[in-house]
């Protein structure tokens, strides 16, 4: 029992290229909180704004990452049409 499975291979690439764009406009830098204040609460949220810098950055790479190997798919399955 097969069933043929149709990929609109437009709306595909057109669903990458938006998630690209959003990627790439989304905004990782954060401003750090200075001054004179000394309290240990200022330091920690330093510290958590450049981790969360970090996982920003992080979870960008992993959407480029996975929307290339979905073009690599896409283009696989091209082939085999």
Do not use: P
């Not at 000394?38 to 992080?58: I, R």
């Amino acid at each position: 029992m097969s069933q043929e499975i149709k990929v609109r291979y437009g709306d595909v690439e057109e669903a990458i290229s938006k998630i690209d764009g959003a990627a790439d406009s989304f905004e990782t830098s954060l401003e750090e909180i200075t001054g004179s204040n000394e309290l240990n609460v200022v330091d920690k949220l330093n510290e958590l704004s450049q981790l969360l810098v970090e996982v920003s950055e992080a979870y960008k790479q992993v959407l480029k990452e996975n929307n290339q190997t979905v073009r690599t798919t896409l283009e696989d399955m091209k082939q085999v049409d």
